[in-house]
């Protein structure tokens, strides 16, 4: 499945978060979201926001420079919302 960056990099709350909302809305189910982000909540928010919309938080790790953040996208309308 395709993998897509989204570098957030320099961003903090909530422009990290309707970055995502507005990427993830692009990609396919199945299709994997990289997300780097230097805000520390950031995987916080990206989490939550995948338990509520039914997608998949499958991987955060922090490099010293920024945090990567991996999501699976599912099924349009699988979420709770």
Known sequence: MPLTVL???GDYCPL????????AAQ???GDT????????LAPLDFEAW????GHTYTE???TEAHQVCQIVISDPG????
């Open 27 to 29: 990609l396919a189910p």
């Open 33 to 40: 979201l990289e997300i780097w982000s230097t805000d520390p």
């Open 16 to 23: 990290p978060l309707l970055k995502l909302r507005r990427d």
């Open 60 to 62: 955060a790790v922090a």
């Open 50 to 53: 995948c338990l509520r919309e």
């Open 78 to 81: 699988c979420g709770v919302r």
């Open 7 to 9: 570098d957030t990099r």
